[in-house]
């Protein structure tokens, strides 16, 4: 029987979000309901919020989460119930030009629940990313939970399922960061600050934070950062080279989404360096670099998508990292929450004041 829940919503474009009585289905073929345990509050959910994303409304919000499995359609077998599993946007269809290739980590044709969820009067929702979980159960694809060690703290290692898994992915998978090279990472949000805890666990020996806000270069220097640049009084192409022996990183990571930060990671690298760009930019921003540069400079530059990653082959890897004291995921968890407090961590994220507010659920 299909279960009736509490939700966080966005009905309209620009409006708070409100908590709501949801219905979610039972499991059908291929499907899955989830307990939530955890859940990240994401920019992602306030760009959907602020019709950033598409007009889809009303939304379901709540996309980096961490729960229990309660039950499964016909046909599953990846996962069972009582399993503890990290939420994913990335279940790989295996059948698309890109996942026949042998680069699932692009796949074009992902799985989400074909059943929708809807509002107590049977409207649809929309769910963020194909997973809402700013509820007390959601219902996925199977696909879309993946599997890891159920002595891990709901609240640390939901994040991978989005932002974390992102700056984590952008230096160790999109950079392909390797011992003893140099990163420097524009941005230390809880993005910029998961690209510096992967260029260390990817065995980087300089790792260089940039921001324009000290505590975010304090957070940096906790997660790995062997030097940060206050932006607001220092150059920060220029610091980086100084550096870097004149020469520039060999991975430079844009973790913010803004012309400007990427025209100076751009410059900030060293010749046949990397340029990875993790930060969302709007639809309005542009880049005008010279053609030349381009060409000149060599290298490469990269959109990262969710880091590159595969859930099924990374999460579990990286919780046992995490279990073993080796990825603090908890130092990104500034504060948990309820879940009808979502509207006032929006706030928060916006004044910049955490890295990540959770919602932490039963
Ligand atoms: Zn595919
Ligand atoms: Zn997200």
């Known amino acids: 029987m299909a279960s009736t829940v509490r939700g966080v919503v966005a009905r309209a474009k620009g409006a708070p979000v409100t908590l709501e009585e949801i219905v979610v289905p039972d499991p059908g073929p291929g499907e899955a309901v989830v307990g939530v345990k955890a859940c990240g509050v994401c920019h992602t959910d306030l760009h959907y919020r602020e019709g950033g994303i598409n007009d889809e409304f009303p939304f379901l919000l709540g996309h980096e989460a961490a729960g229990i499995v309660e039950a499964v359609g016909p046909g599953v077998t990846s996962v069972a119930p009582g399993d503890f599993v990290v939420l994913n946007w990335r279940a790989v269809c295996g059948e698309c030009r890109a996942c026949r290739r042998g680069r699932p980590w692009y796949c074009f044709a992902t799985h989400n629940a074909t059943q929708k969820m809807t509002l107590s009067d049977g409207t649809p929702l929309s769910p963020a990313l194909g997973i809402g979980a700013f509820a007390e159960k959601t219902l996925v694809a199977a696909g879309q939970c993946t599997k890891v060690d159920p002595h891990a703290k709901p609240e640390a290692v939901g994040l991978l399922g989005c932002g974390v898994m992102a ?10 960061v390797g011992l003893g090279d140099s990163v420097a ?14 260029a260390r666990l990817a065995g980087a020996t300089t790792i260089i934070a940039i921001d324009l806000d000290a505590r975010k270069l304090e957070l940096a220097r906790q997660f790995g950062a062997t030097h940060v640049v206050d932006a607001s009084v220092t150059d920060p192409v220029a610091a980086v080279q100084g550096l870097t022996d004149g020469n520039g990183a060999d991975v430079c990571i844009e973790a913010v989404g803004n012309p400007k930060v990427m025209e100076q990671a751009f410059y900030a690298r060293d010749l046949a360096g990397t340029l990875v760009q993790v930060g969302v930019p709007t639809p309005e921003m542009r880049i005008d670099l010279p053609m030349i540069d381009f060409f000149g400079r060599g290298g490469a ?37 309820a879940l009808d407090e979502v509207e006032k961590a929006f706030d928060r994220m916006q004044r910049g004041e955490v890295l990540r507010s959770v919602v932490v659920l039963g």
């Open 301 to 337: 530059l990269k959109p990262s998508w969710y880091g590159d990653c595969l859930p099924d082959r990374d999460f579990p890897k990286l919780v046992d990292l995490y279990l073993a004291g080796r990825l603090d995921l908890d130092l990104f968890v500034s504060e948990t929450i």
């Open 185 to 198: 990472v524009f941005g230390c949000g809880g993005v910029g600050c998961a690209a510096i805890a992967g």
């Open 167 to 176: 700056g984590l992915g952008s230096a160790m998978f999109t950079g392909a």
